[in-house]
Nanobody, 126 residues
Framework: QVQLVESGGGLVQPGGSLRLSCAAS????????IGWFRQAPGKKREGVSC????????YYKDALKGRFTISKDSAKNTVYLQMNSLKPEDTAVYYC???????????????????WGQGTQVTVSS
């Protein structure tokens, strides 16, 4: 069965770090772009980052550059999102999504993605 599963979320204090994983099963990510999105309660879903498996090109929400890093492990068919210096405003449900033959050139457009994970909760609080 085709699945995209996020993991690694949890409760962390401000200034802490988390690494989220997005693991694909039933298909290979080699032909996809993978986007990370987040949605806080009462807020719109927003793009966080994107990586293209075809060439490794990465993109970030401007405000997150320097704190968040996206990476891939093709052998594990997995994408990671390393989040450092976390702030309370980073609290949200984080989702990953796969765009078939995507290159991240239009990564902010949610309708382009073919598969979505169930989301993982990240809570930043003292």
């Amino acid at each position: 069965q085709v699945q995209l599963v996020e993991s690694g979320g949890g409760l962390v204090q401000p200034g802490g770090s988390l690494r989220l994983s997005c693991a694909a099963s039933g298909f290979t990510l080699d032909y996809y772009a993978i986007g990370w999105f987040r949605q806080a309660p009462g807020k719109k879903r927003e793009g966080v980052s994107c990586i293209s498996f075809s060439d490794g090109t990465t993109y970030y929400k401007d405000a997150l550059k320097g704190r968040f890093t996206i990476s891939k492990d093709s052998a594990k068919n997995t994408v990671y999102l390393q989040m450092n210096s976390l702030k309370p405003e980073d609290t949200a449900v984080y989702y990953c999504a796969a765009d078939y033959r995507g290159t991240c050139s239009s990564w902010l457009f949610i309708y382009e993605y073919d598969y979505w994970g169930q989301g993982t909760q990240v809570t930043v609080s003292s």
